[in-house]
């Protein structure tokens, strides 16, 4: 199986690149990684877990490898034994990524140091999904995978003419209307065009697109997205449905996030910021079927580096209008959580394709904080639809 991750040398990118090798190596055991659970016995027939080959883009630091990329994120993060390290790093010097785009991708990744792009380079449109699919091709095989896992971009507003059909999205490339786009959307293009599945682990727009699901279900190619369930939102999911249960009512939820790192200072510009709070602010609606008072707060707090505190306060009514509280405080690490997350999105979509399965995979909403085409975001059922869903198609 290959997987090839766009925004190949960040945080989560590089955690589950090591963590497949180090798995791989023996180094590590399963924790983690969902389609390991019994429920999911018999997907390694059709996306094996051993031997995943890695390819990406990215565009920072483009002369160095994964190896120099993954032990920046651990000098700061410390987020796995440097122990495991050692072991893997002439593994990771393997792994090299590819000049990807950055069009459109927000004041925050504007900052970044040692970046290079398609287009400093003065292509256009065309030219540049041209690159991306030149690259893919010469990476893939029938086990290809790609998964979005680059900084989150603003959001974009929908343009009728050139975004909701597959046409209209064709005529954009070559009326080269950079204005348009974002780079989330190219790089989904470059990969439903070519018949090779596409995830997307964040908030972006990626294959969310309408013009995009109509090339998807065109091309027959499986898609998923968007944003990776892995932490607070995760929490939030399973634990909100508990109130639902017993009928308590929910009058506010605040919950006050605090991260470091490079997602949390693309975060702290308020363009980028925008498309997550979006993200975890429409779940507690679908949940509950109404709208509590809300304040979701994202904050850059650089000595955090990794590791995201979410502070959550919950303001319930019961039985005889008596006010209550809930607090809970979730610490993660966020690539430790979200690197087996992204293996087992990359498995899923394999098996789906195997299966001839082709357009949004909805029953992979258990993974995503704002799932495509269903709102259904309570995780215990998200997580029996998939055990179910898996089972029907074995
Ligand atoms: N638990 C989690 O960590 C979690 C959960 C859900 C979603 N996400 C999302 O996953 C993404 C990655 O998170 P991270 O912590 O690894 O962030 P990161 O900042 O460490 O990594 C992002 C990488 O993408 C690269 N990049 C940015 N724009 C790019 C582009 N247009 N093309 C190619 N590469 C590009 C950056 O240079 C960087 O190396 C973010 O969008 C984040 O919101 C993370």
């Given at each position: 199986m290959k997987v090839w991750l766009?925004?190949?040398?960040g945080a989560v990118a590089t955690t589950t690149v090591a963590g497949a090798v180090a798995l791989r190596k023996g180094?590590?055991?399963?924790?983690?990684?969902?389609?390991?659970?019994?429920?999911?016995?018999?997907?390694n027939e059709y996306a094996?877990?051993?031997d995943i080959q890695f390819g990406g883009h990215e565009?920072?630091?483009?002369?160095?490898?994964l190896m120099e990329a993954t032990l920046e994120h651990l000098k700061l993060n410390?987020?796995?034994p440097l122990k495991i390290f050692e072991a893997i790093k002439d593994d990771l010097k393997c792994y090299k990524a590819k000049k990807g785009t950055a069009i459109n991708c927000g004041s925050g990744v504007a900052e970044f140091k040692n970046t290079e792009t398609?287009?400093?380079?003065?292509?256009t449109l065309r030219q540049i999904t041209d690159r991306l699919m030149r690259d893919l091709e010469e990476f893939a095989d029938d086990d290809t995978v790609v998964i979005n896992v680059a900084s989150t971009e603003p959001v974009v507003e929908f343009n009728e003419e050139y975004h909701s059909s597959i046409e209209g999205f064709e005529r954009l490339l070559d009326e080269d209307?950079?204005?348009?786009?974002?780079a989330s959307m190219l790089y989904a293009y470059a990969a439903l065009k070519l018949g090779i599945p596409y995830g997307n682990f964040?908030?972006?727009v990626g294959s969310s697109l309408p013009a995009l699901k109509e090339l998807a279900l065109k091309n027959g190619v499986p898609h998923a997205g968007n944003?990776?369930?892995?932490?607070e939102t995760y929490m939030k999911t399973t634990i909100a449905p508990g109130f639902v249960y017993r009928n308590l009512k929910i009058l506010g939820w605040m919950s006050y996030n605090i991260l470091g790192d490079y997602d949390g200072m693309v975060l702290n510009h308020k363009d980028n910021r925008k498309s997550k709070i979006i993200s975890k602010d429409s779940t507690l609606y679908k949940l509950l079927g109404y709208n509590p008072f809300t304040i979701t707060e994202i904050n850059f707090f650089p000595s955090l580096v990794d590791n995201k505190t979410a502070f959550n306060f919950i303001h319930f009514e019961g039985f005889l209008g008596k006010k209550m509280k809930l607090y809970f405080i979730w610490d993660g690490i966020d690539a430790i959580l979200a690197a087996p997350l992204v293996i087992d999105i990359a498995r899923t979509l394999l098996f789906a394709k195997k299966k001839g399965l082709s357009g949004v995979?909805?029953?992979?909403?258990?993974?995503?904080?704002?799932?495509?085409?269903?709102?259904?975001?309570n995780t215990h059922r998200q997580f029996e639809t998939l055990v179910e869903w898996f089972r029907k198609n074995q």
């Open positions: 766009v925004g190949m040398y180094l590590t055991d399963r924790t983690g990684l969902v389609t390991e659970l019994d429920e999911f016995n018999g997907i094996p877990l051993d565009i920072r630091d483009l002369t160095s490898t410390e987020h796995f398609l287009e400093s380079e003065g292509l209307r950079k204005d348009l786009v974002t964040t908030p972006s944003d990776g369930k892995t932490g995979i909805k029953e992979m909403a258990f993974f995503f904080k704002n799932p495509m085409d269903t709102n259904e975001v």
